[in-house]
């Protein structure tokens, strides 16, 4: 491929790392605010949290974007721009998979823990936030590391937007060179390597919240007094 033509592909590499950054944070805040809803001791909050669940993971991806894109200006009478439209689009989609990760992670919290903190007079975000959470992230690394692989992929769905991201620039590339096996073969691997970077950095993070969670503190050794009286003479 020419100069021109690397340029234009990575001008979608970087398009798509930005809307990858964007949908992650919106995803993450979604996934903790619902799942944290999924165990409130309110019905009507853990209801309204598993409606909303239901109804993003029940709906298409694709679907949504277009919704987001060409539903809501009409309605309100605003028009986003094709990154903030993908971002809302894909953040709260893939949000609500990620609330189902940390209500189960909160869920596998030993409940000898919470009632530790209930006898110790904690407050319930003291809680959460003092027993719960350090235990349950750790926990919830690795499926949060596959469902950001998920959505790397799904950010090629923006491409019908017309946004220029990886995808949609690799189709340019396409028409302008009549030749598909070695484009695709290009962003095929653009793809991979993209996510095999997120998987290392999931797992380094993985490790380094899970150092130290369950463990003593170390204590400096003493020596051991030498035996006195009787013992010490037959010495």
């Known amino acids: 491929m020419t100069s021109g033509l690397w340029e234009l592909v990575l001008q979608g590499v970087w ?3 930005q809307l990858l950054v964007c949908s992650a944070l919106l995803a993450t805040a979604v996934s903790f605010v619902v799942g944290v809803a999924r165990t ?3 019905w009507i909050v853990r209801f309204l949290a598993g409606f909303y669940t239901e109804v993003f993971r029940g709906t298409s ?4 974007i277009f919704w987001v894109f060409f539903v809501l200006p009409p309605a309100f009478g605003w028009q986003l721009v094709p990154l903030w439209a993908g971002t809302l689009a894909l953040g709260l989609t893939y949000g609500a998979y990620g609330a189902e ?3 189960g992670g909160l869920g596998a919290v030993d409940p000898a823990q919470q009632e530790g903190g209930i006898a110790l007079s904690f407050t319930p975000w003291q809680r ?3 027993i719960l959470l350090p ?3 750790p926990e919830m690394i690795p499926p949060f590391s596959n469902l950001l692989v998920e959505l790397l992929k799904g950010t090629a769905l923006v491409s019908v937007m017309g946004m220029g991201d990886l995808a949609f620039s690799g189709n340019l590339v396409r028409l302008a060179l009549q030749e598909s096996a070695e484009i695709y073969t290009y962003i095929l691997l653009i793809y991979f390597v993209i996510a095999f970077l997120l998987t290392r950095v999931m797992r380094g993070l993985e490790k380094k919240l899970k150092a130290g969670v369950g463990k003593a503190p170390r204590t400096k050794k003493t020596a051991v007094p030498e035996p006195a009286g009787i013992e010490a ?3």
């Not at 991806?61 to 949504?64: H, P």
Request: aromatic share 0%; net charge positive; hydrophobic share 65%.
């Open 101 to 103: 990760i940390v209500r």
């Open 233 to 235: 003479g037959l010495r």
């Open 15 to 17: 398009v798509t790392i």
């Open 61 to 64: 991806a694709l679907v949504m």
């Open 128 to 130: 959460m936030r003092l």
């Open 40 to 42: 409130h001791r309110l």
């Open 135 to 137: 235990q349950a992230v």
